[in-house]
Structures are given as structure tokens and as C-alpha cells.
């Protein structure tokens, strides 16, 4: 019997830690390791050596979760610069080291679910119930112990409170209710659901599970009334907020997504790097250092992340940022920077300024969506943009081969808000859909909608008044504008007073999240493996359906905010909630289908094309960078490891 059999033997008798005690081996998953072989990056070692750290086999789990390296074993060191545009930019702080859930995305992004946070988990036969067992002596960057105890803390006290949330979090409600936490010891714990959800795992290793792990109760817990009976009044009163509830948003974030989730160093966190100097009001820099209880190692037994830092630069528009990397002072980016026209000039100067480009696989479904705001406050507005023979003759009026060329360098074809042809959710119909440029279609769909016309040719609304309408677009964020541009003049030509307003990603969330938006534009996510989970274009699912925000706001509230929609789409809503409880897989892809037919009859958006590739910018010093996939639902890079990229020396 060899010794790494004997020790599995061992640990499924119960005595694995004294048996490893006694021969001197620590174990991990992919294989076993002498104790002495774990090692830590040598910015830890004085720590170590005076006693403010303990030793690194003291900082890791009993198991903890073991990184194949991309290209090979990495070395400790260095500082990982990139950069945001704009004031409102946390979201690239989560897609570079904030992506660490109970359960993960596999690194190539199969589909696969595989444990993180949690070493094994399980469901049972009609995904009523799923079990999770925790890494024994898991802890928090302050070096306290991370147990079941902290997800119960965010399911009973945080997604149950109604200061905290509207409603509780849509992935993890079924019908409306909350999943029953049952804690069954320190690393056990049970997630009940009143009814079958077959989406449960792969809405955990999505974006918003990270949720349930990001709250450590032993911090978060003092500003709140239940646990803090002695000094919360003061606490309030000291963060100059009016509320516990409050006060608990500034301090621990809540949201995956909220700007608070960067501004508390003090945060204790379960990801590779400790934020240190937070993403405030007039930052101009935010910088993390590593988390010396980081749960993962190589394969060598390195304790992870091999890079010591993260040094964001927060820059006022794209262009500086572009700058910073032709003057080589980026180690990798891709967010705001990987657009097909910089493409040819960051090849041109990829020598000088030492840096090469990788390529990224693009799971978006389109290039740009055009949504019209269908549940515009203003009666006219809401009357014109709900009349599909407007929307299609607009459809018509785009002339998408000749964007392609001009905006997207001759990449893609012209598509509708639809899943990308690779995709199991293909749907040709939805995809293909008055893409054809007919300018003689688009006028008789428009002179059926609107007949009357001004003086200057322009189609009159029922108020009598000129049909005009603004396309708010964020220059910030994707190669929109140029399109956006062309598009508006297209509609020009039929008679439709569209003009493009560029704004911010503040101003644009502020607006569209009042619902004052006429019409907007955005990227085109859920074209690929991610279809299921992010249908945010295909029915009203949540306030990014830009076409109908207070429509997503009433889905996703369970009724309790937003606006009632109309009987087609509470129909999609009903199929969503029936696949989201089924566990069969082959009734989740039909009743998605259904879904999907439905967007093809209501024909919510105006897609441009399909995206081609996308690319990092990467300094040749830096490995272990796979060819990942980019989307929001797989947070690229961080789902990638960015915890095993390192730097030469």
C-alpha cells in the first residue's frame, strides 16, 4: 500500500489530520505534499518571523483547493497595474480578484461546476435540497475562521431582511421564498427550497452567488440591531449615516456590485487581495496587497496568489488609459481598452512598448442593442416605442453590413438579440429577424405606424408632434458609438428624429434606474453557455432589461416594485419560473425555447451583429494568462485564476 493510498484510507476513517500529524504530509485535492513543502511569498516572511502571522501551514485549510498553473509553476512578486475610466467603474475590482463563490465556473468555462469556497457539495434528486461541506480551517484575511455559521449569517440575517433587500436576491428564491438554511456543523450546511431548483448551482458560481460568501459575521454582524446591543447607535452616528441599515451597506457592500464592496479596508474577504486603498469619492488610485490566508496553492504547494499587488489607476476617460498602455505602463487589461479599432495600434506598438495581445473568447450575442424604453413615463413615447411596426421599420432602416465594415472592421453579421449560432439555444428566427437593410420595408412599416408627416418629411406622432427621441450611449464602455452614430442617421433618413447623447456610466445607470431613458444602448450579453442564466434581453428578467426596466424591477421583486407587464410577457416570466424549478435539463432547454419564440414575437431590441473575439492586453512578463472567455456571467479574468498569473523575473 503506498503511502498517499494509506492516507486516503485514513481520512475517510476520520483521522486524516492525525494521521498527517504524525507522518508529517499535509494533503490537498490533485494529491498529497510534505508539510514543509508549503511555502509563502517572501513579502510574509518578517511577518512570519515576528510573530504577527503564524506560519503559513497554520493560514491554509486542511484541504485546500490546489491551481493547475496555465503554463507552469509561477514565482512570488511584483505589482499588477491596470486602470477604470470614470467614477463608477468597481465592476473591473470584482472581474480581476472578486470572484470567489462556494462553487466556480471551471477555468475553461464547460459548463462544469466544481468546488471553491466548499470542498464537495451535492443535491438531491429533485434539486430540492443541496448539501455543502466547507475546506476545514478556511479563514478570512484577518485570520478568523470562515465557517457555515457566515453563510447562515447572509441567508437568515442579510438576504432575509427586508432593510437590506427589497426582496430577497433572485438566486436564491424559488416562487419568491428564500432557501432554508440548516447548519449541520462548522463546515456542513444544508440549503432547502420550498420547490425544485434545477439553476441553483450555476446561479451560485455566477456573479451574484458570490454573495453568500462575502459577509463575514464576526465583522459584519456589529452593525446590526440583533447583534449589537451596546454601541450601534453611536456607530451610525460616528459614519454620519442615518441608519443601521445603512451603516451596514457602507461598511460589508451587500451588493456584488456596489461601489461600498471596494471601500472598506477593514472588510475582512475571502479573495486572493486585501483592498487597501479604497475606491472613494477622488480616488486616483486604489490598491490591494495579498490575503495572507488565501485558501489556494499550486501544485508545488505554493500558497496563492503569486503577484504581492494590484495598482488601479483611475483615469478620466478611455484614451488616458490607452496611453498608459502604448507607454507600457499597464500589465494587463482588457475592460474599456479591447476594441477592434485599437486593436491595429496597440499591434503597431506592442514591441515598444513590451506587451503582446491575447485573444478572448466572446460569448456576447451582439455588438450593440438598441432598447427602446417601452415603459416610458411619457404616454406618447410609451405609445410610439410600443408599436411594433415602428420597431420593425426602424429595424429595417438599419443598414447593419455597412456598420460592420466601417465599426467593426468586417467582423460578424448582421443579428438581432438572439443566442450566437454555437450556441444549444440557437434560435433563427429571433436572430435573424428584419435584419435585412430594405429602405422601402422600413417606410412601409413606419407610414403604417405613423403616416402623417411635417413639412421636412419627419413622421408625426399621435400628439401631432415630430417623432424625436435621444439614444443615451456610453463611450466609456465599447465600441458603440461610432454604430450608435450611423444608426441614428439611418433612422434620419426615414424620418425619425433620433439624436445620440453620450453620458457617462453614472448618469447613464442613474437615469435608466429612474426609468428616464428614451432609448439606450448596451453590449449583448447571454449568447452562449450562459443563455439560461442571463436572459436579460429575452423577457424582462431585471432592471438591466433596458427595454422595460420597472417590467424586470416587477419580475425580479416578485411583484413587490416596479410595473406590472402585459399578459405576453408574465407569460415568459411563467415559463422562466417553471424551468428555474425544474431539475430535468431537456424540459429546461424546451421551456426556454418557448421563451425565446415569445421574444421573437415581441421583438423587445435592435441588435447590430455578432461580436468577433476580443483581447487582452497583457506585458510579456506576465504568464500563465489563458485564452479565456469574456462575459459577465463568467467574470472574466478572475474566473480564469488570476490568482496563478505571476510575473517573470
Not at 478620466?316 to 479599432?341: A, C, F, M, W
Not at 424604453?373 to 416605442?385: A, C, G, M, S
Not at 447613464?508 to 436579460?536: H, W
Request: aromatic share 14%; charged share 25%; glycine share 6%.
Amino acid at each position: 500500500m503506498t503511502m498517499q493510498t494509506w492516507l486516503m484510507q485514513a481520512r475517510s476513517a476520520g483521522f486524516a489530520a492525525a494521521a498527517a500529524a504524525f507522518l508529517g504530509i499535509a494533503t490537498f485535492a490533485g494529491g498529497t505534499a510534505w508539510a514543509m513543502d508549503y511555502r509563502q511569498a517572501p513579502m510574509l516572511d518578517d511577518l512570519v518571523k515576528s510573530g504577527k502571522l503564524p506560519p503559513v501551514g497554520q493560514r491554509l485549510p486542511e484541504n485546500p483547493r490546489v491551481e493547475t498553473p496555465v503554463e507552469q509553476v509561477g514565482q512570488y512578486g511584483g505589482t499588477w497595474r491596470s486602470g477604470f475610466v470614470g467614477g463608477s467603474d468597481r465592476n473591473w475590482m470584482f472581474r480581476i480578484t472578486g470572484y470567489e463563490p462556494l462553487v466556480a465556473w471551471d477555468r475553461d468555462w464547460t459548463g462544469k461546476v466544481i468546488p471553491n469556497l466548499a470542498e464537495s457539495f451535492s443535491g438531491n434528486a429533485d434539486a430540492t435540497e443541496f448539501t455543502f461541506k466547507l475546506r476545514k480551517g478556511l479563514k478570512w484575511s484577518d485570520g478568523q475562521p470562515f465557517t457555515s455559521d457566515d453563510v447562515g449569517f447572509f441567508v437568515n440575517d442579510i438576504a432575509s431582511s427586508k432593510d437590506l433587500f427589497l426582496s430577497p436576491p433572485d438566486w436564491l428564491t424559488v416562487d419568491g421564498k428564500i432557501g432554508e438554511f440548516t447548519k449541520v456543523d462548522d463546515q456542513t450546511f444544508k440549503i432547502k427550497f420550498a420547490s425544485p431548483y434545477g439553476l441553483f448551482l450555476q446561479r451560485l458560481a455566477s456573479v451574484y452567488g458570490v454573495q453568500i460568501d462575502m459577509m463575514a459575521k464576526h465583522y459584519c454582524s456589529q452593525f446590526m440591531p440583533q447583534y449589537n446591543k451596546t454601541n450601534l447607535d453611536d456607530l451610525v452616528k460616528q459614519a454620519g449615516v442615518k441608519s443601521w441599515s445603512e451603516l451596514f451597506i457602507k461598511k460589508c457592500g451587500v451588493d456584488t456590485e456596489a461601489n461600498e464592496r471596494w471601500q472598506n479596508p477593514d472588510r475582512p474577504v475571502m479573495e486572493p487581495w486585501v483592498i487597501k486603498d479604497p475606491y472613494v469619492a477622488a480616488a486616483t488610485m486604489v490598491t490591494f496587497e495579498r490575503n495572507p490566508y488565501y485558501f489556494k496553492v499550486d501544485t508545488a504547494g505554493n500558497q496563492l496568489p503569486y503577484i504581492d499587488k494590484l495598482q488601479i489607476n483611475v483615469n478620466s476617460d478611455v484614451q488616458t488609459l490607452v496611453l498608459k498602455v502604448l507607454n507600457g505602463e499597464i500589465d494587463y487589461q482588457d475592460r474599456h481598452i479591447n476594441s477592434n479599432p485599437n486593436r491595429a495600434v496597440f499591434l503597431d506598438n506592442a514591441p515598444k512598448g513590451n506587451y503582446r495581445l491575447i485573444e478572448e473568447k466572446n460569448s456576447d450575442m451582439n455588438t450593440a442593442l438598441i432598447s427602446l424604453n417601452l415603459t416610458h413615463p411619457d404616454p406618447v413615447k410609451r405609445e410610439i416605442f410600443n408599436n411594433k411596426d415602428f420597431r420593425i421599420g426602424l429595424s429595417y432602416a438599419i443598414d447593419r453590413n455597412a456598420i460592420i465594415d466601417s465599426a467593426y472592421l468586417g467582423q460578424g453579421e448582421p443579428w438581432q438579440a438572439a443566442p450566437r449560432k454555437e450556441s444549444a439555444y440557437y434560435n433563427e428566427r429571433l436572430a435573424k429577424q428584419y435584419t435585412n437593410y430594405d429602405v422601402a420595408k422600413a417606410n412601409e412599416y413606419l407610414d403604417k405606424a405613423y403616416p402623417k408627416k411635417d413639412d421636412q418629411g419627419f413622421h408625426l406622432g399621435p400628439d401631432g408632434k415630430r417623432i424625436s427621441f435621444s439614444i443615451m450611449v456610453i463611450p466609456a464602455l465599447g465600441d458603440w458609438l461610432d454604430a450608435t452614430q450611423l444608426v441614428a442617421q439611418y433612422w434620419q433618413k426615414v424620418g425619425i428624429d433620433a439624436q445620440v447623447q453620450t453620458v457617462d456610466r453614472t448618469l447613464f445607470y442613474d437615469r435608466k434606474d429612474k426609468n428616464q431613458q428614451d432609448a439606450t444602448v448596451y453590449q449583448g450579453a447571454g449568447g452562449s453557455a450562459e443563455a439560461m442564466l442571463e436572459p436579460t434581453f429575452y423577457f424582462p428578467f431585471w432592471n438591466e432589461s433596458l427595454f422595460a426596466v420597472p417590467w424586470g424591477d416587477w419580475y425580479a421583486s416578485g411583484g413587490k416594485s416596479g410595473e406590472e407587464p402585459p399578459a405576453e410577457v408574465k407569460k415568459q416570466m411563467d415559463l422562466y419560473r417553471e424551468l428555474k424549478a425544474s431539475a430535468d435539463p431537456e424540459k429546461q432547454r424546451e421551456l426556454f425555447k418557448q421563451i425565446l419564440d415569445i421574444a421573437a414575437d415581441q421583438f423587445y431590441a435592435f441588435g447590430i451583429s455578432t461580436p468577433g473575439n476580443l483581447y487582452a492586453v497583457v506585458k510579456n512578463n506576465m504568464h500563465n494568462v489563458p485564452v479565456a472567455w469574456t462575459s459577465w456571467t463568467y467574470p472574466s479574468p478572475a474566473a480564469s485564476n488570476t490568482e496563478q498569473y505571476y510575473f517573470s523575473k
